[in-house]
């Protein structure tokens, strides 16, 4: 009788070698929140510049 181990990741086909990722995904959500709000921070101060300089 095979054993059932419930933390075994299935190999899916279509994803190809390795394609699981083991990442947390919480820390690649916390540095794309990061990436975005320094992106949208300093699209905000450069806007901020050019209207103190006009």
Do not use: W
């Not at 070698?17 to 990442?23: I, L, T, V």
């Amino acid at each position: 009788m095979a054993s059932h181990n419930e933390n075994v990741v299935t190999h899916n086909p279509f994803e190809g070698k390795n394609g699981a990722s083991m990442r947390n995904q919480a820390t690649d959500a916390a540095v794309g929140f990061g990436v975005s709000f320094v992106f949208f921070a300093l699209m905000f101060i450069i806007a901020t510049i050019i209207d103190v300089a006009s």
